[in-house]
């Protein structure tokens, strides 16, 4: 038996937890998200390696991150601890990613053992 | 068999029917998304995948020449085609709940079937790649950066295997009922660590294919 839900009775509950208005949007987002993977793509085969190209990509994995955890997941309305250690995680891999391109002989330079 | 979820069935239900319903709002910010295990279980993978980014890092701050030519020798073809099949995977996941929740498990366990073929795909393309690479004469012991990358594709390999096994046993329960449109927590469960299963490619793909 099907049960449709009304929007503006779901609205009322809380409307900050509905993760989309209709599948649609989830629709809309998995083609999102495939044209991301795209340009990361195009990216790999063509771009020559650059600041700009690496913040790009890193960028995109943030927003990936970010569309699947917020939407595909349904954090964005659950345990806050979960939700914050989720993106944190998604956040600090990238902008090291970023780090150790830009600063590679520094890193080398920390972690060695002896002078 | 308990077939009183598919007593009231949808059998003759177009799959696509579901499409445009609305979704019930369903975690509020006290819920833990399935159960709590399954959050101990994800964020432990998490620190494995972590290990393995930060060793990435080591590598590439010791041997950036083999970092920047790495990627060049890489399937990037194959690598695209993984990443597409598993957030199609997670698409079709989702789409599965958004059925069962609108009390229609037939449909539910279609769009799960969908998800276990991705899981397929995702394996015949990384063996069709390992192959491509062993032809090319790559290996574990070529450089560091191959290294990384077997160990690290592998590891996520494995991982696409454990939430495949997920995604079946989900199936399983609601076929036999135990799963409904009010009660699909194990389901969920299964969802998330699929999600974290992408998430964790969301990152690794970038590193070792395209980032130079």
Request: glycine share 4%.
């Amino acid at each position: 038996m099907n049960n449709p839900i009304n929007i503006n009775e779901v609205h009322s509950i809380n409307e900050s937890t509905v993760p989309f208005k209709s599948s649609r949007h989830l629709d809309i987002l998995w083609l999102c998200l495939m044209a991301l993977t795209i340009i990361n793509a195009a990216i790999a085969e063509q771009a020559e390696p650059s600041f700009f190209i690496t913040f790009i990509i890193c960028s995109i994995i943030i927003l990936k991150a970010r569309l699947v955890i917020d939407y595909f997941m349904e954090l964005k309305g659950a345990s806050p601890y979960i939700y914050h250690l989720m993106n944190a995680y998604f956040y600090v891999f990238p902008v090291l990613a970023l780090l150790v391109w830009l600063y590679p002989e520094q890193l080398v330079e920390l972690i060695q053992l002896a002078p | 068999m308990n077939t009183q979820a598919l007593d009231n069935s949808d059998v003759n239900d177009d799959i696509y029917e579901s499409t445009n319903e609305i979704t019930k709002p369903f975690f509020d910010s006290k819920t833990i998304p399935g159960n709590p295990a399954i959050w101990v279980g994800i964020f432990s993978e998490l620190t494995e995948f972590a290990l393995f980014f930060v060793i990435y890092f080591l590598a590439r701050a010791h041997y950036p020449a083999e970092f920047e030519e790495g990627p060049l020798h890489l399937h990037t073809l194959a690598g695209t085609l993984n990443t597409l099949v598993l957030i199609s995977s997670s698409y079709f996941l989702v789409k599965g709940i958004f059925a069962l929740r609108n009390d229609r498990p037939n449909i539910a366990v279609r769009w799960l079937s969908f998800t276990l073929f991705c899981g397929a795909c995702y394996f015949v393309i990384k063996l069709w790649e390992y192959q491509w690479n062993t032809a090319a004469g790559i290996d574990t012991n070529t450089n560091n950066f191959f290294a990384v990358y077997y160990y690290t594709t592998f590891n996520h390999l494995l991982h696409v295997g454990w939430g495949s096994l997920g995604i079946i046993w989900s199936i399983t329960q609601i076929k036999s009922g135990n799963f409904t449109a009010d009660n699909h927590s194990g389901l969920i469960a299964a969802a998330c660590y699929w999600h974290m299963i992408d998430l964790a490619w969301i990152v690794i793909f970038p590193l070792l294919y395209v980032i130079r």
